[in-house]
């Protein structure tokens, strides 16, 4: 090997990986070490605490209660996402009049932030004089705190996010539907199986893959819900939406316990881990990928 | 995956047509316009309040139940509402924040992508694991110690890149993991007889890359661009975190201080909102194509 290789190689590559080197691995090193440590993110005043840290997140009810409520979103958001997403997907996934309507409808939710989409819902939800509240009132139902309500509150975020998202898990599965071989489902359709067992039995065994995928990304971005609970309701009414990255956030740059907000990020970080594994290690189980 | 149909959306319904004998039709129209087109309506409902509530008046906002159609279109909403915050001043540190953020990664992923692409140098295989570990690791666990060290730039080296300055901004998000491995996944399926036949004939690794490979990438730097534009327009958790005066503020920032001053003055947040979405909104539809494939082969949203 030409030792020129050598150099053009770390030339090209050294400008990110020292961007790497300070900005990720370097922080992520750190950032143990912060969290066995009582340290103020202002003074920079420290001091080695060991297990302190955790032992003071794991017997803090409103940190115990962020994961209650963290684990709460994702398991109502990523299912909700992930039906309501195939569902559409195989509608649209057709010739139809009107698809420049629904391709809009759809994919425009990609475009749109966090925080513009919390501040339509915001408005949409408004217990005095929103529109959705005037609705139930038309149908005969009695008005909604919505995200006053510590009973409702997570649910409006649930249906914001699932908004939100809809157009990336319909562009996921549109793309895994159109590549699937016609020839399967031509040989189904001779063999005399009807539209829904086609569907049962050829068209989601072969979505695996995505839905896969999906459920993991999914799960990977609701566990680290902020933005939406920033705008909205700072974790309140009465700690019912206070997630993970809230609290975290909350402590490390309100309160400025960077130790504590350094030992509630591995907890997360180690909770995320966990949470992919399992779902890979069942994904093995179920999924099939064709060869 | 064919990005290109996901974008064109008219495969052939094969299953329709090949389900038994064809269902005798009871609708003038395909049955999926039942779901579709009222579920179109419910997507774009959100938007289309807003847009209505962004002209009206005040007192319309305020009446329940809601005036559906006000008297009059009140434009002067939107001039109102720029002047009521500095969107100016926001859009132009976005702006200057997304497009620098944006160039410098088409320009660092790509080398660096090229490297572990192409050159057998030295560690190459120890370090790209690295790279790809740190994937796993969500920015929540980076972001204090971004902060520190950030705040200790600012002190020590140059004011700009410290806290509460665009720089903080920028210099985090230079490069990143994901376009590097993107682009060095895309390299690799070049056929790479062009690249040696321009080096026998004296190119530099440089000339290489730059007159052959990336000439040839076009379709995959615009999918990279499309996305960290999107990320860093979108980007809210870390401004937060890193700026404090106003005149510093992101678009997504000074959306949040807009709306923490004028809470009930729904008319005006509205068109601020809608403000605030129509540069993202325009680019979308005008590379709408990469912003598609951009989810469908990487599957990112910020």
Known sequence: ?291 | MSEQAVLEAAPPAVVDRMAGPRRRRWLPFDRWHLFLFPFALVMLFPMTWMLVSSVERLAETRHFPPILIPESIRWQNYPNAWRAAPFARFFLNTTIVTVSVVASNLVFCSLAGYAFARIRFFGRELVFLLLMATLMVPFQVTIIPTFLIVKWLGDHLYPGLGVDHLGALIVPNLSNVFGIFMLRQFFRTLPVELEEAARMDGASRLGVLFKIVLPLSLPSLATLAAITFLWTWNDFLWPLIVLNSQDNYTIQLGLVTFQGIHTTAWHLLMAGNVMSMVPMLVVFFAAQKYFIRSVATTGLKG
């Open chain 1, 1 to 291: 090997m030409l030792r020129s290789e050598h150099t053009a190689g770390w030339a090209l590559a050294s400008p990110a990986v020292v961007m790497f080197g300070v900005f990720s691995i370097f922080p992520i090193v750190w950032s143990i070490v912060l969290s066995f440590q009582d340290n103020n993110l202002l003074t920079g005043q420290a001091e080695w605490i060991g297990l302190k840290n955790y032992q003071a997140l794991t017997k803090d009810p409103i940190f115990l209660k962020a994961i209650g409520n963290t684990l709460k979103y994702t398991a109502a958001f990523v299912p909700l996402s992930v039906v309501l997403g195939l569902f559409v997907a195989v509608a649209m996934n057709r010739k139809l009049r009107l698809m420049a309507l629904y391709r809009t409808a759809v994919f425009i939710t990609l475009a749109i932030s966090t925080i513009s989409t919390a501040i339509m819902f915001l408005w949409l939800t408004e217990p005095t004089y929103g529109i959705v509240n005037a609705g139930l009132e038309k149908v005969g139902l009695p008005p909604q705190g919505f995200l006053a309500d510590p009973n409702e509150a997570l649910w409006v975020i649930v249906a914001m996010t699932v908004w939100g998202w809809l157009g990336f898990v319909v562009i996921i599965y549109l793309a895994a539907l159109q590549g699937i071989p016609q020839e399967l489902l031509e040989a189904a359709a001779i063999d005399g199986a009807g539209r829904w067992s086609t569907f049962r039995n050829v068209t989601l065994p072969l979505l695996g893959p995505a839905t896969l995928f999906l459920v993991v990304w999914l799960t990977i971005n609701a566990l680290q819900l902020f933005d939406e609970i920033y705008l909205t309701t700072h974790g309140g009414p009465l700690y019912s939406t206070t997630v993970i990255v809230y609290y975290l956030f909350i402590k490390a740059f309100h309160h400025f316990q960077a130790g504590l907000g350094a030992a509630a990020a591995y907890v997360l970080f180690v909770g995320i881990l966990l949470i992919t594994i399992i779902q890979f290690w069942v994904g093995k189980r179920v999924v099939h990928y064709s060869s």
